[in-house]
């Protein structure tokens, strides 16, 4: 009898351990899916502050002085 509840209790706690485990892998798999969608997310929040910056100075410019920094300074910074 002794050898049955030993045997229980040992399978009741490797299966405790088990759902413990695989309950912390998703919720650290989440986690690391969060943090790529939020560099995603700051990525392209800075592309569009960047193509704003762009669109403003062009726009704040007249036609020739555009042309001029284009044949000027065209190449990306």
Known sequence: MNIKSFL???ISIVSVLFFAYSIGG???????EAE???????????TVNI??????EIHSKDDDSVINELRSDWMRK
Do not use: M, P, S
């Open 36 to 46: 790529r969608k939020q560099v995603e997310i700051d990525r392209l929040a800075k």
């Open 26 to 32: 998703r919720a650290a798999r989440k986690a690391i």
């Open 8 to 10: 229980y209790t040992f």
């Open 51 to 56: 193509k704003k910056e762009v669109d403003g």
